[in-house]
């Protein structure tokens, strides 16, 4: 027995020994994993205090404020253009970005963003480009420039905040100041910017410029007024800019320039730049002048200023009056035959040197008299005739009719006249209205043996007005079928049905002579071609 209990015993040792050896092992163990997990999850950075993001609260200034108010007035005009000829408000020049000068206004520019060109001699594919605006009535009234919508054959606007995407009608515009008034229906009352005075504009004011650069809607920047009244030498008459240094860039063009106040002083129009983009000099058209236009617009459908018919030059040397022997005036150059101005018996070499017994000291004076002068009233004019002191009543015309054969002026006229050919017609399909035409009026308009029916009306936002068609095109074709009646359109019609191609072979006319001076018609042939809408 003695010898069972020893092993009963040893094995007993034995076993507490083992336990012991491995409760020594799991405590080492434990600790050694524990040194090196408290060596892995030790700080990086200990004596780094960990940052936090305090609670949203928003620091408000006096640009904040403005522009949360002013950027749902703005607005991202996209100008759809094909480069083709037009006879509307619009004239087919070169590019901006493509036009050349002298080394002193090289770098002027007007600042349209613009994406692609059309090949010269074919009818090129639409391409787009941007500009900017606002609206300054709450019915959808928006200002901008002429350049942004002069070759537009369809415009579109996008409001901020607002997903839809409008499409816009151009009520007039006026390429002397560059302004072009559009109108959008939103079906609802839009915000609208105020109208500040721009005479009340001194440099060093802030100003800040609202639009959409390079496409980029909404944009705001801010900067001070840097000038007022600059006359730039490529600028029309009655263009004295207000200059800033505001960042604005290629699609600026028809914004807002602002005051700290949040009311409009002037349209962003024009950059000095020899890069292309900003430079530090920015130029607007003084909102002061933009309201008048504007205002003659939504009366005249354009803007209507008076005139008295004579030139003279702007730049002229003060040794010029000195010689005359007087100190202030206007020297006419030239007096424009059967205008107001001959009429009355106003000569070359005339020196105005008052109007109304108002002392006028240069030609800005006397073109902002006469031009706010309304159409048929009459004006005293004082002038110095070889030393002798002279009054004539002038009576106040038209600018555009008086200078109705300038060149210049003749391009810009509304439209062109076509010799017997009347405004009625028919209303069809695509949203035209359209008249067969007599033997007699084909060989007034010189058609030779072509046929077809003239177009009297387009309807803004029709399918037609959205290819291109205009009024005063004649309409050859539909898909290669002829038309020369109401009939043939309406059979042609009725085997078409939406979603299907369409192709009109349209002729244009055109004239002969920028000058008008000349009764000939003559034509561009293309086609006008797009989808039938889904849903009518």
């Known amino acids: 027995m003695r010898w069972y209990q020893n092993l009963k015993q040893q094995k007993l040792l034995s076993l507490t020994l083992l336990v012991f050896t491995m409760s020594v092992g799991i405590l080492i163990g434990t600790l050694a994993s524990g040194s090196v997990s408290a060596a892995r999850g030790q700080a990086a950075a200990p004596d780094a205090t960990p ?40 004239r087919t020049v070169q590019p901006d970005d493509d036009e050349e000068g002298g080394d002193e206004m090289e770098m002027f520019r007007r600042f349209f963003g613009r994406q692609g060109q059309g090949a010269p001699n074919v009818r090129p594919r639409p391409r787009e480009a941007t500009g900017s605006g606002f609206i300054v009535d709450k019915n959808g009234y928006i200002v901008t420039n002429f350049h942004v919508v002069e070759r537009a054959d369809s415009l579109k606007v996008k409001v901020s905040g607002d997903d839809r995407e409008y499409k816009a009608k151009v009520i007039g515009t006026d390429w002397e100041s560059d302004i072009a008034v559009i109108h959008i229906d939103a079906g609802k009352s839009l915000p609208y910017l105020k109208m500040g005075n721009s005479d009340a504009v001194q440099v060093g004011d802030w100003a800040v410029a609202i639009g959409s650069p390079f496409g980029l809607a909404a944009t705001v920047t801010a900067g001070i007024i840097s000038a007022t009244g600059r006359d730039l030498p490529s600028a029309e008459q009655f263009q004295r800019f207000i200059q800033t240094d505001a960042a604005i860039n290629p699609g600026n063009s028809g914004g807002p320039l602002m005051n700290i106040h949040g009311e409009v002083i002037g349209v962003n129009t024009a950059i000095a730049t020899q890069s292309g983009g900003y430079q530090g000099i920015g130029f607007a058209l003084p909102a002061n002048q933009m309201v008048k236009v504007y205002n003659s617009i939504i009366q005249y459908g354009r803007a209507k200023r008076g005139s008295i018919g004579i030139s003279w030059n702007k730049n002229e040397k ?114 035209i209205s359209i008249r067969s035409m007599s033997p007699q009026e084909k060989d007034t308009l ?55 191609a369409v192709a009109f072979r349209v002729m244009r006319p055109i004239p002969a002579a920028a000058s008008r001076k000349s009764s000939e018609v003559t034509y561009q042939t293309f086609f006008a071609a797009g989808t039938l809408p889904l849903k009518e």
């Open 51 to 90: 940052l936090t993001v305090p609670p949203a609260a928003s620091s408000p200034n006096e640009f904040t404020k403005l522009a949360k108010m002013a950027e749902p007035a703005v607005v991202n005009i996209t100008a759809e253009v094909t480069g083709k000829v037009t006879t509307s408000r619009r």
């Open 318 to 431: 003060p040794e010029v009056l000195k010689a005359a022997g007087v100190t202030n005036g206007v020297l006419v150059t030239t007096v424009t035959p059967k205008g107001p101005a001959e009429k009355a018996g106003l000569r070359a070499e005339d020196v105005i040197v008052a109007i109304n017994g108002k002392t006028i000291k240069n030609g800005d004076e006397l073109v902002g008299i006469v031009s706010d002068t309304p159409v048929d009233n009459s004006l005293k004019i004082t002038v110095d005739r070889g030393g002798k002191k002279m009054d004539f009543n002038v009576l106040v015309q038209d600018r555009l009719e008086v200078f109705k054969d300038d060149e210049k002026f003749a391009r810009h006229r509304e439209d062109v006249e076509v010799p017997g050919i009347k405004p009625e017609g028919t209303p069809a399909k695509f949203g």
């Open 446 to 500: 010189k058609l030779g043996d072509e046929r077809g029916v003239y177009v009297t009306r387009v309807e803004d936002t029709s399918f037609a007005a959205e290819i291109g068609i205009q009024e005063r095109d004649v309409i050859v074709s539909v898909n290669r079928q002829p038309v020369t009646s109401l009939e043939d359109l309406r059979r042609v019609q009725g085997a078409l049905k939406p979603g299907d």
